[in-house]
């Protein structure tokens, strides 16, 4: 079973940088795509960035492109977001999710349900 903990949110003024980290256990984090999403209240959750099992392969929603980077480092089973630039509309939870099934493809998904594995979120809250 494939454990997620994610760390380094909190509270910071925009234009503010924050680095989210997600430390996995009990499985072979390196086969995995792993990604991003997060949920605000009242609303659904939302993909932020993923990154493919070797690192070659990320993809960013629209709006935090340029701002946002999404990195791996397999030798400590995490993966990282540097969030700069932050903006009060980036105010949510964020969770990191692992994906096992496109070891062999290389790709990267950015709907939940591809995802099988899910950390308890971290709260990011931007003032204006």
């Known amino acids: 079973q494939v454990q997620l903990v994610e760390s380094g949110g909190g509270f910071v003024q925009a234009g503010g940088s924050l680095r989210l980290s997600c430390a996995a256990s009990?499985?072979?984090?390196?086969?995995?795509?792993m990604g991003w999403f997060r949920q605000a209240p009242g609303k659904g959750r939302e993909f932020v960035a993923a990154i493919s099992w070797g690192g070659g392969r990320v993809h960013y929603i629209d709006s935090v492109k340029g701002r946002f980077t999404i990195s791996r480092d397999n030798a400590k089973n995490t993966v990282y977001l540097q969030m700069n630039s932050l903006k009060p509309e980036d105010t949510a939870v964020y969770s990191c999710?692992?994906?096992?099934?496109?070891?062999?493809?290389?790709?990267?998904?950015?709907?939940?349900?591809?995802?099988?594995?899910w950390g308890q979120g971290t709260q990011v809250t931007v003032s204006s």
């Open positions: 009990g499985g072979t984090f390196s086969r995995y795509a």
């Open positions: 999710a692992a994906d096992r099934t496109s070891y062999d493809t290389g790709v990267v998904y950015t709907t939940p349900d591809e995802y099988e594995y």
